[in-house]
């Protein structure tokens, strides 16, 4: 029940570690960066959104605080994308930030063979022993005036740019290092930022909101992500009734309904060349003309030419002709066998799933679920809002 109680009962509860309150400056600067892809986003829009973020980024703190580490364990940590996500914002201002610059002869020491006397072989599973975490941990790369800690930086990295460092790529390295570096120049000009009405701290709770929100959503069942599945939604699924499910299919019984039927005609052909020319007779004269000039058998005439979802369960040449819309004619289409095959469809025939079928209960349940997921979201959302 905690991922349900989490949507629920928000009046009142205290908001912190987000930021509720933005700058005039702050919104037009996002306003600018979201108008690139969505032109028609008003400053209205903006402000709405990233409130809404910032409540996912709450939410987070509840139920998923691990999201604000890591979206996933094989990926860049999320304070990874957050500096990449200010430097891009920041490029936007007019804060006058450059790129930081370092010499071929500061970065020659930090090279293929540094990288792997410091790493040695890449780990099986991905993951540095604690000796050897620890052992980096104490290795700083330095940059003149600079300095940069070894492990941190190689931590924030995704599995797969750990094993490039740990494969000597050390041109993969000086590229982190200069992001790094970009990003220490940023955080440094805090009072530059200030002066023209930005705050570090509001800018990088909204680039932490925009980067963990989309696995929010999918976890409280709003939004979808790949390979990603919501408690929210399964808690909600289980609490749902027999009654619900049988009143949901009788409201919104149109969206039960499948081909039952369909009557087709096919033709298989050894060759393309032959399937080809078939087909173009077929589309200048019809299927059954093209038929008896090809005479060819009918591989649908052992059914009547009725097929039905019986014979498509495990009929490859039936599922083919139920995939076709009614009154078509296929295409050319190679068989797992080799051979060629053209189909003709006629009449289908719809049916409904029965009200105490399998397929009603799922899909009536995954429905309710994320109809009752997105009321609860919806209504957490407002009372969140209020308690500003």
Known sequence: MRVLTLLVGLISLPIYAVTAHFSQQEIALLTQSYQQHSPQMSTTDVHNHLLEQQFLLWQAEQSQPQLTTRLSAVGFSTEYHVKRYLID?????????????LSDEV??????PWLIAQLGPYPANGQLNPETAETLGKVNIELGSQSLNFYHLYDSLSMQSRFKLHQGDSNYLHAEIHNELHYQQLASQINALEQHGLSLSHLTDIA???????????????????????PVLEAIAKELTVAQINQFYRQNKAEFRFHSDVNASGVMFADQATALRFHHQASEHGFATARDTFKQPDIFAKYQNHLTRTDNRSNWLIQSAFNLPEQSLSPVIRTPQGQWLVIQTFDKTESYYPAQSETVRYLATKSLAKQHALARYQQAKTQWLKAL
């Open 89 to 101: 914002l920041i490029q936007h201002s007019q804060v006058p930030l450059t790129q930081p610059t």
């Open 107 to 112: 970065l020659a020491k930090y090279n293929a």
């Open 208 to 230: 932490t909101a925009a980067i963990i929100s989309p696995a929010m959503r999918a976890y409280l069942g709003v939004g979808e992500m790949m390979h990603s599945h919501s």
